[in-house]
């Protein structure tokens, strides 16, 4: 549980010949399906058991390089990929077992090393908060809508809820040229996702058959592109919304993991849908997003930051639900 969250002291490892090391700055949280909660909570079947260093996502400075690295240097900003063996290319049983945060150490430390070829540039512009919020939700987002069947301007995108992930979504498919509907049950939370770049909200607490109204917005045709963070408690709902031969872009469960899924076949074959799970990217992929980040000057949504001692906050505060965007945890005090 979180309460078992504690701070230990160690020596400052030191990089070997690939190898950097990076003081870091700052990590975020990830709601992406529940997953910094339930691996804190010990219910996630890849992680590690006992000790683990939590956190995936970070932004750091490299304060030492090994010896054959030649591409990063002391003072470079750098974030971390989420599996740090995925550095291009289709995700693989390896490479999914590199992931920081559960099943290896993560980096809700003041230091760690990575392999040089695990790390990103991060974009001028923003602050190590800003940019600690990337690695997972963003290039998520970035997989989904601009991966193998990349979005086009004009192309209508449904985002469920405002977590982490929908959040770059929106973010990420307006600054695209996209249409973007964008749910919650939250008015307060539609009004921010209006102020982000979305055409359209719907309130599903209010509009229960939201799926009706998305296509009634989208004059019966359906949405190009759907990031689906609900799982089987909206994936029916999000099959009525999406077009005739468009995606589905499965991120999470937040919505429960128990559903009716008997129809699910004949949808996706009537509808000709893609149905794609999303295990979140590729370095090259987070290399890319950045460059869409930097040439739009994208600033992430930080709902709420907390220092390093306030760890078990920042977890209770992501377990509320209150927040809009990333709850990021301040790690370094310079």
């Known amino acids: 549980g979180i309460h078992n969250l504690t701070v230990r002291e160690f020596s400052v490892p030191q990089p070997k010949a690939t190898e950097v090391l990076v003081k870091i ?106 940019a600690s919020t990337l690695a997972c939700a963003a290039v998520t987002a970035y997989n989904a809508l601009l991966g193998p069947i990349p979005l086009k301007g004009g192309d209508w995108v449904l985002i469920q809820g405002t977590g982490g992930v929908s959040i770059f979504g929106l973010q990420l498919a307006a600054a695209s040229g996209a249409n973007v509907i964008a749910t919650s049950s939250s ?10 770049g979305a055409t359209h909200v719907i309130n599903y607490k209010k509009t229960p058959d939201w799926e009706k109204e998305v296509l009634k917005i989208t004059g019966g045709r359906g949405v190009d592109h759907i990031i689906e963070v609900g799982g089987p408690g909206t994936l029916n709902k999000s099959l009525e919304s999406v077009r005739i031969g468009g995606s589905v872009h499965v991120i999470g469960f937040v919505a429960g993991r128990d559903a009716d899924a008997s129809q699910l076949p004949l949808q996706v074959l009537f509808k000709a849908a893609t149905l794609r799970g999303i295990l979140i990217g590729s370095r090259t992929q987070f290399e890319d997003m950045n460059r869409l980040i930097d040439a739009r000057q994208i600033k992430p949504v930080v709902d709420s930051v907390f220092a390093f001692e306030q760890a078990q906050d920042a977890y209770a505060h992501l377990a509320s639900q209150k927040h809009v965007g990333k709850v990021v945890i301040k790690v370094s005090k310079n």
């Open 25 to 130: 700055h700052a990590a975020s949280l990830n709601v992406r399906r529940f997953r910094d909660l339930i691996i804190a909570n010990g219910t996630y079947p890849a992680a590690k058991n006992e000790g683990l260093v939590p956190c995936s996502d970070m932004a750091g400075e490299v304060v030492a390089v090994g010896d054959a690295v030649a591409k990063w240097a002391v003072g470079d900003r750098v974030s971390a990929n989420f599996n740090i063996n995925h550095i291009f290319g289709d995700l693989t049983s390896e490479n999914k077992d590199t992931a920081l945060g559960g099943g290896i150490d993560g980096v809700l430390t003041e230091y760690r090393v990575f392999p040089s070829e695990s790390l990103v540039r991060i974009p001028e512009h923003l602050s190590y908060e800003e």
């Open 187 to 196: 008015d307060d939370k539609l009004e921010i996702a209006k102020k982000l």
